[in-house]
């Protein structure tokens, strides 16, 4: 009965368990400051083996960097009387604010169906919109309006044949992070595949933060949102006074 047991076991691991990623970023923590406007990583790995490459299907490489998810509602319009009004609204249930995928040839060739489905890893499958396909006829619509909405805004984007793979050991790739960041912590998942299945996968986190000035506005806005609304008030008041004293001055003297 051991046996048998432990036979069951060997034929349930994958095929090339000995691949695992070696993973390394140019930075893990991305500093929101007053003239920020965007940020580029750097992904870059190797492919840690004890046996030589395997023959058969090549290797692949899969990077998905996610932002913070939450819920988001998403209505439709439609023309009414000459007017456009919302007719519909659908909350979905989890849409990251950031997300990018790279690969290394076409996502549809480099990652099975059921893989994707897995391990959630393409545009369509981050965003989950089960309560929404439940409770409205056309729940997938909405989700697929969120990813077309969220890649016109940059936010979501899809980098075919762009992460480099060097004799299927040393892989590197860029992601782009826009200047519209939602703070919080993005997940970056590497994953390795062969024949269109994952075979190692590895994550980690790349910390988003306001700092300074911005770090101390967002606070006061949060924690004591009648003090901000006050000092709003008074910067809007000193600033038109100024401007106000300024153009006096200058026809003044001209």
């Known amino acids: 009965m051991l046996r048998l047991a432990l036979l069951l076991i060997c034929f349930a691991l994958p ?3 000995n691949e695992q990623v070696v993973l390394g970023l140019s930075q893990n923590r991305v500093a929101i400051t007053a003239n920020f406007d965007g940020s580029e990583i750097l992904v870059f790995g190797a492919v840690k083996r004890e046996d030589p ?7 692949e490489v899969v990077v998905a960097v996610s932002g913070p998810s939450e819920p988001i509602t998403v209505r439709r319009k439609a023309k009414r009387f000459g007017i456009w009004v919302n007719t519909e609204s659908v909350t979905i249930d989890s849409a990251p604010s950031f997300y990018a995928v790279a690969t290394t040839g076409p996502l549809s060739e480099v990652l099975s169906a059921e893989a994707d489905t897995t391990h959630r890893i393409s545009v369509g499958k ?3 919109s089960v309560n929404a396909q439940e409770t409205h006829e056309n729940g997938a619509d909405f989700a697929t309006a969120v990813a077309r909405i969220r890649t016109d805004n940059g ?8 992460v480099e793979l060097d004799q299927e050991t040393l892989f590197r790739t860029s992601i782009s992070m826009p200047a519209n960041l939602t703070e919080g912590d993005y997940q970056t998942r590497v994953f390795l595949t062969r024949g269109g299945e994952v075979i190692s996968s590895y994550k980690t986190q790349i910390a988003v933060r306001k700092v300074g000035l911005e770090r101390f506005l967002f606070n006061l806005s949060r924690q004591q949102p ?3 609304g006050l000092l709003s008030l008074a910067i809007a008041v000193i600033a038109g006074w100024g401007a106000s004293a300024f153009f006096r001055y ?3 003297g001209a």
Do not use: S
């Open 155 to 162: 936010l979501y984007a899809l980098h075919e044949n762009t």
């Open 15 to 17: 095929l090339h368990a």
């Open 53 to 59: 490459i395997p023959d058969g299907a090549p290797l």
């Open 126 to 128: 981050a965003i989950t």
């Open 250 to 252: 200058v026809r003044q």
């Open 226 to 228: 009648l003090v901000y």
